[in-house]
């Protein structure tokens, strides 16, 4: 029993140490207050969709063809991709974009 | 005990085995295109699917008026919607249905075997893994009549003839338009939010969106998944989540974003109103009960 509760410890652990910088950037911008982010402690906002299985998804914003540098860009600037997109330009640099986007494409499946 | 124990060892080996040997023999294994069943599989399925059918059509009122006939209007709604796959007289199928399996069938010949309300059955309600659609909700009770009454005079009718139809009717009309679906006793609806679920299952709109209640493959991720969709701030990212928007949404994406990857598929409003209802219905927060403040864009 004590030891399924250390596993189960050191497993949460692994899992806040995977992407730290990733996951301050999440938090900074405040992500998970209009989405669901797995394994992201927050509200589970639904303003946007959820983020639960962005390698599967098809495209960014239902509007462009989803890889990394489409994902970065709309993080960055999202009326560059959809002038009409309600997701807010939170001035979020290029380079932070491009962590994020990397951090949301590994999760989810 | 022990005898009893035997008997059911016995019994569930039988069947072990005879479900072993209807699958092999059955050449159930072969997924292709390319070979039907064996024979006795094929005539076993269309016994049962012929004597399924047989007693659900049974139940279908043939509207007064009703009768057999071939006219312009008629045959070029077939030309549009049901020649593609089954031919005409004189008309091949398109070269995608020579490879489809099953065949479709001829319907000429299947309208000398076949009672007008089975003819009127398939046509709305389709048939499962066998290629041919349901049309119900998506074309009009009259247009499926109309339908049911060209196939059955079409045993009667001359390559010529049908050429001449054709000529006749000129321009032909579009392949689904936004149909307004009359009022009428529907078989798998019960309310709006039932007919809303009926409805998004024959636009397929579950080929692209996750939706609760609608079954398919479970990694589809082109849409967002709409379990939470009713609840959902914005409606494609772009437009104040209120019942009205949700309707203009599904009627027609591109004039709330032109970008959007999300087709037009032709819904009319009254259903689009009850996918709507569906949609409302899934998620824990329903916002078609919010408060209106306006119908301004964001």
């Known amino acids: 029993m004590r030891l399924q509760a250390l596993t189960l410890v050191l497993a949460l652990a692994a899992c806040d140490e995977a992407d730290p910088e990733a996951r301050a950037l999440v938090a900074r911008y405040g992500c998970v207050s209009c989405h669901e982010i797995p394994n992201v402690p927050g509200p589970r906002g639904n303003s946007g969709p959820p983020l639960t299985h962005m390698p599967r998804q098809v495209y960014v914003a239902g509007v462009a063809p989803n890889t990394p540098e489409v994902l970065a860009r709309f993080i960055a600037d999202p009326q560059a991709i959809d002038p009409r997109s309600a997701m807010p330009d939170l001035g979020v640099s290029a380079e932070e974009a491009r962590i994020i986007a990397g951090f949301l494409l590994g999760i989810g499946g | ?298």
């Open chain 2, 1 to 298: 005990m022990r005898r009893s124990r035997r008997i059911l060892g016995i019994g569930l080996a039988a069947i072990l085995l005879a479900g072993a040997a209807v699958f092999s023999l059955g050449e159930f294994y072969n997924l292709t295109a390319i070979r039907q069943h064996p024979l006795w599989v094929f005539r076993g399925i269309a016994l049962g699917r012929d004597a399924l059918i047989g007693m659900e059509a049974e139940y279908v009122a043939v509207p007064d008026g009703f009768e057999l006939r071939a006219d312009p209007a008629s045959a070029a709604l077939y030309q549009k919607h049901c020649a593609q796959c089954h031919g005409a007289p004189g008309v091949a199928a398109e070269e995608f249905a020579l490879g489809m399996m099953p065949v479709p069938s001829n319907l000429a010949a299947a309208a000398k075997r076949r009672p007008a309300q089975e003819v009127y059955w398939f046509i709305r309600y389709g048939l499962k893994m066998s290629g041919m659609p349901a049309w119900d909700m998506r074309m009009s009770e009259a247009d499926m009549w109309r339908l049911t009454g060209f196939v059955g005079a079409m045993p009667g009718l001359s390559p010529a003839a049908y050429a001449e139809l054709l000529e006749q009717a000129g321009e032909l009309p579009d392949a689904i338009r936004p149909v307004a679906v009359e009022a009428g006793p529907l078989k798998t609806a019960i309310g709006s939010v039932e007919r809303g679920r009926a409805a998004m299952q024959v636009h397929a709109c579950r080929s692209c969106h996750l939706i609760p209640g609608i079954v398919g493959a479970p990694d589809v991720f082109v849409g967002p998944p709409l379990d939470e969709a009713g609840g959902r701030a914005y409606i494609a990212g772009v437009l104040r989540n209120t019942p009205d928007n949700m309707v203009r949404w599904i009627m027609d994406p591109q004039a709330v974003d032109p970008l959007s990857a999300m087709p037009s598929l032709g819904v009319s409003e009254a259903l689009a109103r009850d996918m709507a209802a569906y949609l409302y219905s899934l998620s824990s927060l329903d916002r078609s009960k919010a408060e209106p403040e306006g119908d301004e864009d964001r």
